[in-house]
């Protein structure tokens, strides 16, 4: 079983890129067969894996409104061994066109079925709202991972997502659920880091992953060079912390999947 994950958070800026991309690449290290759907017009998921937005022919977008089946927009980082499912600029109107389709809320859904076997993990970055693109990628998912940045209180803004989440749940995909919490830009210096983190984890103590993303110089120059941080810095603080991530990810998923195959201690 594929797992689909919407990485969302109607909040800008938080490292729900940052976090697909590298997440993405660090799964695919450890030989999970991974697809990137980058469904945010300002397609930094594509950019950061060094894929020209501006050249990009046929996108996520012409799966979504143009009936392209999505296995022809797909573009493969052999050196990552990781797939995406890119952005172009067309997608800015996306919003707009789906709003007269019928089905409108299923079109990601129907365009992925057809390849989600293929994947171990599907990652789909959302742009910063909660409009149709972002209710597309909440209606393919199995869960939603949410990153949350460690320098501004997040409850209120929490509460509009999980909101948002019931509603898509109660509508539209009755298995939909948050999946977990990542905290990013985390600064051990600041006490409104650490405040962050309680705070969140006093609210959401399961689906918090122990896992904590540094704020890192390295993860933010990675996107302007089109590489992933595995690549461009692997033993930096914030590819250490990607890493971990993944593979509690995999602890998570594998548990899921596997209740039967835990072992069991002996007396
Ligand atoms: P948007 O809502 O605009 O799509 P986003 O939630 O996808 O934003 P990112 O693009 O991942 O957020 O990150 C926002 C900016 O912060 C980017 O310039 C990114 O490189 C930088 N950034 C992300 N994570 C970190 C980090 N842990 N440390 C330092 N900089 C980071
Ligand atoms: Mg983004």
Do not use: W
């Not at 990542?182 to 880091?193: E, P, Q, V, W």
């Amino acid at each position: 079983m594929p797992r689909v994950y919407a990485i969302a958070n109607q909040k800008g800026g938080v490292g729900k890129t940052t976090t697909v991309v590298n997440l993405g690449a660090y799964l695919a290290a450890r030989n999970q067969r991974v697809l990137l759907i980058d469904m945010d017009p300002q397609a930094n998921a594509t950019s950061s894996l060094g894929i020209d937005r501006y050249n990009v022919t046929r996108s996520i977008y012409h799966a979504l409104l143009q009936d392209t089946p999505l296995v022809q927009t797909i573009l493969l980082n052999n050196h990552l061994n990781l797939a995406i499912a890119p952005s172009s600029l067309d997608l800015a109107g996306a919003e707009v066109e789906l709003v007269t389709l019928l089905g409108r809320e299923f079109r990601l859904r129907e365009a992925l079925a057809p390849v989600r076997d293929r994947y171990d993990y599907v990652l789909i970055d959302c742009p910063p709202s909660l409009g149709l693109l972002t209710i597309n990628a909440l209606a393919a998912a199995d869960g939603v991972l949410v990153p949350v940045q460690c320098e501004y209180l997040p409850l209120e803004g929490l509460s509009m997502l999980t909101r948002t989440i019931d509603l898509v749940r109660a509508r539209l995909n009755p298995s939909l659920a948050i999946a977990g919490l990542i905290m990013t830009m985390f600064d051990a210096r600041t006490n409104l880091s650490q405040e962050v983190l309680e705070d969140v984890r006093a609210h959401f103590p399961e689906a918090l992953f122990d896992a904590v993303i540094p704020r890192s110089v390295r993860l933010r120059e990675a996107p302007s060079h089109g590489l992933t941080i595995r690549q461009y810095a692997p033993v930096s603080p914030g590819a250490l912390a990607y890493q971990a991530l993944a593979d509690e990810v995999l602890r998570r998923d594998t548990g899921l999947r596997h209740p039967a195959t835990e072992a069991v201690p002996h007396e």
